[in-house]
Nanobody, 120 residues
Framework: QVQLVESGGGLVLAGGSLRLSCAASGSIFDIRDMGWYRQAPGKQRELVARISKGGTTTYADSVKGRFTISRDNAKNTMYLQMNSLKPEDTAVYYC??????????????WGQGTQVTVSS
């Protein structure tokens, strides 16, 4: 059984910062790519940032220069540092990962999401 748990969301004023965490646990053999996605009210889920096991990163244009994705492979944990937050960043943020389990099955896993609200 594999579980992803996000934390660190909350309410912040425009211009402020938050750091999100995603911890993976369970019968994990290896974690490949990981990423953060977000879904605003009435909108489809969109990619925010992704990071490979080796540390190669990809960002949505809307967050470049403001957000930083990172991971600690020893802890099976991924982070999203969000600076200079804007009201349009308001969304539920989801953790996603490509995981090979201890029984060598490969799958795409999602966390339950954490709410980020940015007020003007």
């Amino acid at each position: 059984q594999v579980q992803l748990v996000e934390s660190g969301g909350g309410l912040v004023l425009a211009g402020g910062s938050l750091r999100l965490s995603c911890a993976a646990s369970g019968s994990i053999f290896d974690i490949r790519d990981m990423g953060w996605y977000r879904q605003a009210p009435g909108k489809q889920r969109e990619l925010v940032a992704r990071i490979s096991k080796g540390g190669t990163t990809t960002y949505a244009d809307s967050v470049k220069g403001r957000f930083t994705i990172s991971r600690d492979n020893a802890k099976n944990t991924m982070y999203l540092q969000m600076n200079s937050l804007k009201p349009e960043d308001t969304a539920v943020y989801y953790c996603n990962s490509d995981i090979i389990t201890a029984r060598f099955s490969r799958g795409d896993y999602w966390g339950q999401g954490t709410q980020v609200t940015v007020s003007s």
